[in-house]
């Protein structure tokens, strides 16, 4: 059963995701957080931030890793997931950056910086509690439409939606990375609670197709419905098409 927390608007429903965020950390200070990049979450760093710096969450002993990364791209290119958790989250909180895992985008080895992505979460003793954005397509990660389940972190092949939509970051579409490394479904699954926050009305399709639609691969997002502790907080607007 999907836990769905109704939003007025993005501010509203970042606060929301914080509250959760904020709470896990509280509740049990070295947790580990699966963290994503994206539009979604800024809100939900932002309002963590201005708790940090009010004083009423600590993060020196939270560990993290991250959902995903371009593949090819260094950290010092403000396009990749590294460079963006750095900015957006790391440099303004206590987090230990050697408890900070990003997959390895530098590392042109596939097989090598997905193994070693997912040594990093086994050897953290699973994620505590997952944050996830919602793709147009229903993606999660990089999981695409289509992907088997079954999957730990692996390279992907960006699907044409997915690359069009992240051109807004880049001066020119050709310069969208083609491939990246993705935590898969099963590596998303294995984590103890599941948080996804989806605004607009753009993704109302997506959220309705994920939550109240059959469970297939193409809709990757709706497998979170077989997941047994997922919370879903989202806008009105991300919700207008869901039967509720
Ligand atoms: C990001 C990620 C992606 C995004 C999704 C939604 O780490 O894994 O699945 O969560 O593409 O992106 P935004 O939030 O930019 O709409």
């Known amino acids: ?4 927390i109704k ?27 699966g963290l994503a990049t994206g539009s979604s979450p800024l809100g939900t760093y932002a309002q963590l931030i201005d708790w940090y710096n009010k004083g009423d969450i600590d993060f020196s002993q939270t560990k993290s890793v991250n959902l995903d990364e371009y593949r090819g791209l260094s950290h ?3 396009q990749s997931y590294y460079y963006f958790m750095h900015e957006n989250f790391f440099k303004h909180i206590n987090i230990d950056l050697a408890n900070t895992h990003v997959p390895n985008g530098t590392e042109t080895d596939a097989a090598k910086a997905c193994a070693a992505h997912e040594a990093v979460i086994q050897e953290l003793g699973g994620i505590d509690l997952q944050l996830l954005g919602l793709g147009n397509n229903g993606h999660i990660g990089f999981n695409e439409p289509g992907e088997a389940f079954e999957k730990e972190t692996h390279c992907v092949d960006l699907a044409e939606s997915t690359i069009q939509a992240n051109s807004r970051f880049f001066e020119k579409i050709e310069d969208v990375p083609t491939q990246a490394y993705t935590m898969g479904i099963k590596s998303i699954m294995m984590a103890k609670k599941i948080l996804i926050i989806v605004s ?41 098409k869901c039967p509720l």
């Open 7 to 33: 939003a007025k608007d993005y501010n509203e429903m970042s606060r929301k995701a914080a509250n959760i965020i904020s709470a896990q950390v509280i509740m049990k200070p070295d947790c580990v957080l």
């Open 1 to 4: 059963m999907v836990k769905i």
């Open 200 to 240: 607009g009305e753009a993704k109302a399709d997506a959220v309705n197709k994920a939550f109240f639609g059959p469970v297939v691969p193409q809709v990757p997002a709706s497998i979170l419905q077989m997941h047994p502790d997922v919370t879903l907080v989202a806008d009105e607007a991300a919700l207008s």
């Open 76 to 78: 010092d290119n403000d």
